[in-house]
């Protein structure tokens, strides 16, 4: 089954320090994975995508298929990093995207 | 561009009420969705639309009916609504159904309380 995994509800991290947030995948096929983030009071958006193999923010996601993971990582947090975010993985039946449950991560000065 | 314009913003209902949460696009995209954010349950998929005239279930349509008559315009009807259906409702829309590249671009939510 086709399925996203985000193992943590809250990680909660000191400004300046690393943050991790994890995401796990289970897909048949080649995967899509995205991270979207959404901020207190804004909508949902697009952080970044894994084909893109870019840095937004900060912000890396490295695919390991061996693994079956697509962690999100940033080597120093800030304050304004603190949001939901979301793992994603377009390979539903319908094509559409499969959300993980959601990370907060809360960022304290 | 407004990008993805959802109305309204707030609805108290009571249960078996009906109503029309309406969604709306000015990006020309052929793909939109319905989601619903519920704490600890993430985004689920209820209905979504390839293009106008055609929609299909999500993985969980029970108690919403969806139209496309344009390509703008996808609104989510709740028939009879109960508790259960208490959540923030989020429309989406995208240029491409898949693909690696994909971006899905969210409205603002509305948030639904069913009394």
């Known amino acids: 089954a086709q399925r996203v995994t985000q193992p943590e509800k809250l990680l909660s991290v000191f400004k300046g320090a690393p943050v991790e947030l994890k995401c796990n995948y289970s897909?048949?096929?080649?995967?899509?994975l995205f991270w979207y983030v959404q901020y207190s009071r804004q909508r949902l958006q697009l952080l970044l995508r894994?084909?893109s193999r870019e840095s937004i923010k900060g912000f890396t996601a490295d695919l390991n298929k061996g693994e079956t993971s697509f962690h999100l990582k940033k080597p120093f947090a800030q304050e304004e990093d603190s949001a939901m975010y979301y793992c994603?993985?377009?390979?539903?039946?319908?094509?559409?995207?499969?959300f993980g449950k959601g990370t907060k991560l809360s960022v304290k000065p | 561009n407004a990008g993805v314009t959802q109305t309204p913003k707030f609805q108290v209902l009571k249960t078996g009420q009906s109503m029309t949460l309406q969604c709306a696009q000015d990006?020309?995209?052929?793909?939109m969705s319905w989601y619903r954010q519920d704490p600890g349950m993430g985004l689920r998929l209820i209905h979504y639309?390839?293009?106008?005239?055609?929609?299909d279930q999500g993985e969980v349509p029970n108690g919403y009916n969806v139209s496309r008559s344009t390509t703008e315009d996808f609104p989510l009807r709740l028939l009879s609504a109960a508790p259960s259906q208490t959540s923030v409702y989020f429309c989406?829309?995208?240029?491409?159904?898949?693909?690696?590249?994909?971006?899905?671009?969210f409205g603002p939510g509305t948030r639904l309380t069913v009394l």
């Open positions: 994603a993985l377009s390979g539903g039946s319908q094509g559409n995207l499969i």
């Open positions: 990006m020309n995209h052929e793909y």
């Open positions: 897909y048949s096929g080649s995967p899509e």
């Open positions: 989406a829309s995208s240029l491409d159904l898949r693909g690696p590249y994909n971006e899905q671009f």
């Open positions: 639309s390839v293009g106008a005239g055609i929609t």
């Open positions: 894994h084909i």
